[in-house]
């Protein structure tokens, strides 16, 4: 057994990267193996935001406790990671939408999260440029943007910073049954730990995996400086990501620092191609002039397409794999990657070393959904 | 109808023949540039063929609007970065 | 249903010399043809602005037949992607429309090349077929002093047209050594066609100084050109000036074509003997093929027309024609291959990607283009690559990752593809 590494991570987008950072962090070796260069899948191609979500009381726990983790962070990261403190506005369409607004109010006071409900008028004020027939909105203070690759590219260097090593155009064919990692050119590297953290790729590398892979769209306009102060999300929202088997396509748009604005956002199942598919993208755009009737107007310079890792029940798989031993996962994170990153890591490490974890780390246990057999979801 | 179209450059109106370029009409009025790069460095047309949108101006309020591809229209408000 | 949504028997897209060939073949072959265009007018770059006085016999010839076939012409038109597997969606003054086609004929054509060099973003530097583009469009050069300066006959072309408008021609500066030059000369006087070409040119330009083997290194001016240094590597020479238009070749626009599948990767689109690309029913003619000129692109559009709409014997009387100007094609590509020590115009700070200020001293330390595009920006702006993404792949050899949709910037509105109101 080499003792060169405590822990190989499998995957160095935002996951990997967090991964690889707190473990260095925490003491261990670490070596970082991709199949190609830093941030190209699932990350590469992502909106950025860090963002609270309260589908559930383990979701909101993450991305609360993650959330965190970025703040504290942000005076380490270099410019490049084009932090924006925009927060993030939820808007409700209708009354039905406003009693969730009040929900999340509520909830969101009684945990310390910085929030403020708007009227009619002052969602108006807030954002002009949104139609003026909404009902009103949430303003969470505290989320924010940030251009991921060069996130990624950062939490690297502060984990190499720690010692980490990376090796890039490391393809890994499967663990070693002993831990470690087999490279496609043969290459055995075995080490007491690894982690799986690549994303779309991991259930190639932990067969049975319940990840699928999630196509969204998105459109980057050129630069409208104030056209938005705030990301800007429907509270339909919710209803996209929960959707697990039809296309569904829900308005979400947010500012870069450059005075571009990302537009998404689009959600299907079981296409493969990497291709902008027209007819979703009218569907999200149309969505978008819905709420932004300003919208058309505006130059779009790019549009692609990118892959969310899903699980079935919209958590990610953070601890052991049930059938691999030295094995752990990080990955399923759908359209949190960012968000929770941060947290995944954390709560890797305390796994890895058997630290009581800051947040109850059992509802994202890969047992929950992997045991014996493949659970049908 | 004149031969002539009447446009306003920051504010200036300047007379130019039928057929021109608002890029065209820029250099009539002697507005030497177009925009400001991000690093506010002075630019001008490049390709004259709209792909380098170096030319970029607003007209009529839009942003971004590529001089070299818009042809003076009578009553035209065109306005260059400072 | 909108007069653009019928199921074109053959749609061509570009209308230039080698767009308004195909056009007119097909059409004339019974074909129900549409013919697209980004400008106002037809005639591509090479006829820009001549479609009411042509200024030759062949310009000439072309844009009457136009006239007077039953093709549907469409002005103002881009085409900005590729809609569903028989369509394209295009972009209008007016709103989108989207054209079904049963055969398309891709004649997008070619740009210049501009190699970054110290100042070369100073205003008053401009392309050398783009200085020509502008003062056909109203640009005023009247006693401008001008230099031209890169590669290809192009310059000198351009030289006649501005000196015809009264402008200074300091000189020309034509990167090719004189030896290389030479040879191209007697290899292209035996196309007859291009001898009296070179000669009216030549008369034309007499007593501008022609310098071979000579490139631009430095442009100097606070916020507006003034002086112009050139090197032979050895030398060097200020000018001082007004204008410098500089032009190191033509890449060919392949944008539409890639995002269609039948690029293939390379540097021009593959096409068989019909100037069918690897995609079945997609033809391909003109720049997209190989940089040739006006009279390369007539013979391809013409047979790419013809085979699209079926006629192949009648296409096949036309091959012997295409091998010559191919075979010219390839005398121009060897005589005006641009030399090793152009990779070396850019320093430092020379800024390479225009719309986000990015310098060379940025990228050189990147293995590809991806991963310059992540970590610096660089191509994310307004013209997405196009400028910066041919330079870099001269300079470095970088090839562009794949293509995504729009073609070009283009307006939500457009990308919706909601036709009203046509």
């Known amino acids: 057994?080499?003792?060169?590494?405590?822990?190989?991570?499998?995957?160095?987008?935002?996951?990997?990267?967090?991964?690889?950072?707190?473990?260095?962090?925490?003491?261990?070796?670490?070596?970082?193996?991709?199949?190609?260069?830093?941030?190209?899948?699932?990350?590469?191609?992502?909106?950025?935001?860090?963002?609270?979500?309260?589908?559930?009381?383990?979701?909101?726990?993450?991305?609360?406790?993650?959330?965190?983790?970025?703040?504290?962070?942000?005076?380490?990261?270099?410019?490049?990671v084009e932090v924006v403190q925009c927060g993030t506005l939820?808007?409700?369409?209708?009354?039905?939408?406003?009693?969730?607004?009040?929900?999340?109010?509520a909830f969101y006071q009684k945990h310390a999260v910085r929030a403020t409900q708007l009227d009619a008028q002052t969602l108006r004020q807030a954002e002009p440029n949104l139609r003026p027939d909404l009902a009103g909105g949430l303003q969470v203070y505290d989320d924010m943007v940030v251009y991921p690759p060069s996130a990624c590219l950062a939490l690297l260097a502060q984990a190499q910073q720690q010692g980490a090593e990376v090796r890039c155009h490391a393809s890994v064919a499967r663990f070693l049954p002993g831990g470690g990692v087999v490279l496609t050119d043969g290459t055995k590297i075995p080490c007491a730990q690894a982690v799986n953290a690549a994303g779309c790729g991991a259930p190639a590398l932990t067969p049975g995996l319940p990840v699928q892979r999630r196509k969204g769209h998105l459109v980057i306009t050129d630069r409208y400086p104030d056209y938005i102060h705030h990301q800007i999300i429907e509270l339909g929202y919710l209803k996209s990501a929960h959707v697990v088997s039809s296309d569904s396509v829900a308005f979400n748009i947010q500012p870069r620092q450059t005075g571009q604005m990302?537009?998404?956002?689009?959600?299907?199942?079981?296409?493969?191609?990497?291709?902008?598919?027209?007819?979703?993208?009218?569907?999200m755009l149309k969505r978008a002039k819905w709420y932004m009737p300003g919208i058309d107007q505006l130059q779009a310079l790019r549009c692609w397409t990118g892959f969310r890792p899903a699980t079935p029940d919209k958590l990610p798989l953070i601890g052991p794999s049930p059938r691999q031993d030295h094995v752990w996962l990080a990955t399923g994170h759908e359209g949190l990657g960012i968000t929770t990153s941060l947290a995944t890591g954390s709560l890797l490490a305390d796994l890895i070393l058997e630290r009581v974890p800051e947040i109850p780390a059992e509802p994202y246990l890969p047992a929950r959904l992997l045991t014996g057999d493949l659970k049908d979801v | 109808m004149s031969d002539t179209v009447?446009?306003?450059?920051?504010?200036?109106?300047?007379?130019?023949?039928?057929?021109?370029?608002?890029?065209?009409?820029?250099?009539?009025?002697?507005?030497?540039?177009?925009?400001?790069?991000?690093?506010?460095?002075?630019?001008?047309?490049?390709?004259?063929?709209?792909?380098?949108?170096?030319?970029?101006?607003?007209?009529?309020?839009?942003?971004?609007?590529?001089?070299c591809q818009t042809l003076c229209v009578q009553g035209m408000e065109v306005v260059t970065d400072d | 249903m909108t007069r653009s949504r019928q199921n074109w028997d053959v749609l061509v897209v570009g209308a230039g010399p080698a767009g308004m060939a195909a056009a007119c073949e097909a059409a004339q072959a019974g074909a129900r043809v549409a013919l697209l265009d980004s400008q106002h007018t037809l005639g591509g770059q090479i006829w820009h602005g001549e479609q009411q006085h042509p200024k030759s016999r062949a310009a000439r010839h072309w844009f009457s037949r136009v006239?007077?076939?039953?093709?549907?012409?469409?002005?103002?038109?881009?085409?900005?992607?590729?809609?569903?597997?028989?369509?394209?969606?295009?972009?209008?003054?007016?709103?989108?429309?989207?054209?079904?086609?049963?055969?398309?004929?891709?004649?997008?054509?070619?740009?210049?090349?501009?190699?970054?060099?110290?100042?070369?973003?100073?205003?008053?530097?401009?392309?050398?077929?783009?200085?020509?583009?502008?003062?056909?469009?109203?640009?005023?050069?009247?006693?401008?002093?001008?230099?031209?300066a890169g590669s290809g006959p192009l310059l000198l072309a351009v030289a006649q047209a501005i000196k015809k408008e009264g402008a200074h021609v300091c000189c020309i500066a034509e990167q090719t050594p004189w030896l290389r030059l030479a040879a191209f000369g007697q290899g292209a006087a035996a196309h007859i066609s291009k001898l009296w070409q070179g000669v009216d040119i030549g008369l034309s330009l007499l007593g501008v100084p022609y310098h071979c083997g000579w490139w631009p290194v430095r442009a100097e001016g606070q916020d507006l050109l003034r002086r112009v240094t050139l090197s032979n590597g050895r030398r060097e020479?200020?000018?001082?000036?007004?204008?410098?238009?500089?032009?190191?070749?033509?890449?060919?626009?392949?944008?539409?074509?890639?995002?269609?599948?039948c690029a293939g990767g390379g540097p021009f689109v593959s096409v068989d003997s019909h100037q069918q690309t690897p995609r079945e029913h997609v033809y391909c003619a003109g720049e997209l093929t190989g940089i040739g000129g006006v009279d390369a692109a007539l013979v391809e559009g013409r047979i790419a027309g013809l085979c699209a709409a079926g006629q192949l014997d009648r296409a096949r009387t036309l091959f012997p024609r295409r091998r010559s100007w191919h075979c010219f094609q390839d005398k121009m590509a060897q005589a005006f291959g641009l030399q090793e020590a152009l990779k070396s115009l850019p320093d430092e700070h020379t800024v390479v990607c225009r719309c986000e200020d990015i310098s060379y001293g940025q990228l050189v330390?990147?293995?590809?283009?991806q991963d310059a595009k992540l970590q610096t920006r660089c191509g994310m702006g307004s013209c997405q690559g196009c400028t910066c993404g041919a330079s870099l792949q001269f300079l470095l050899g970088w090839s562009r990752a794949s293509e995504r949709p729009p073609v070009l910037s283009t307006s939500i509105k457009t990308l919706i593809g909601e036709e009203t109101g046509h």
């Open chain 3, 67 to 148: 006239q007077a076939l039953d093709i549907t012409v469409f002005t103002r038109t881009t085409v900005v992607a590729a809609f569903s597997p028989q369509s394209l969606l295009a972009e209008t003054p007016k709103g989108p429309l989207v054209f079904d086609w049963h055969r398309l004929i891709l004649a997008t054509g070619a740009r210049e090349l501009f190699i970054p060099f110290p100042g070369w973003t100073t205003p008053h530097v401009t392309g050398a077929g783009g200085l020509q583009s502008l003062v056909k469009s109203g640009w005023p050069i009247q006693g401008k002093r001008v230099v031209l």
């Open chain 3, 365 to 369: 330390s990147h293995a590809n283009w």
């Open chain 3, 237 to 261: 020479r200020s000018i001082e000036c007004d204008v410098l238009a500089c032009g190191f070749g033509l890449v060919p626009n392949l944008k539409l074509a890639s995002l269609l599948g």
């Open chain 2, 6 to 67: 009447t446009l306003h450059i920051n504010g200036r109106p300047v007379q130019v023949p039928q057929g021109t370029t608002v890029a065209a009409a820029l250099e009539i009025a002697g507005q030497t540039y177009s925009r400001r790069s991000v690093s506010h460095k002075a630019r001008g047309a490049l390709c004259g063929m709209g792909v380098c949108f170096e030319c970029r101006v607003t007209i009529d309020n839009v942003p971004h609007c590529r001089s």
């Open chain 1, 262 to 283: 990302l537009i998404g956002s689009s959600r299907q199942n079981g296409d493969e191609s990497p291709d902008v598919d027209h007819a979703i993208l009218t569907r």
């Open chain 1, 90 to 105: 939820w808007v409700a369409a209708d009354q039905e939408e406003m009693d969730e607004v009040q929900r999340k109010a």
């Open chain 1, 1 to 80: 057994m080499s003792q060169a590494w405590d822990v190989i991570v499998v995957g160095a987008g935002i996951v990997g990267t967090a991964c690889a950072r707190a473990c260095a962090c925490a003491g261990m070796k670490v070596l970082v193996v991709t199949q190609g260069s830093i941030a190209e899948g699932t990350t590469g191609a992502g909106m950025g935001h860090v963002v609270i979500l309260d589908d559930s009381e383990a979701q909101f726990a993450l991305t609360e406790y993650s959330r965190r983790l970025w703040r504290a962070l942000l005076p380490d990261l270099p410019a490049a």
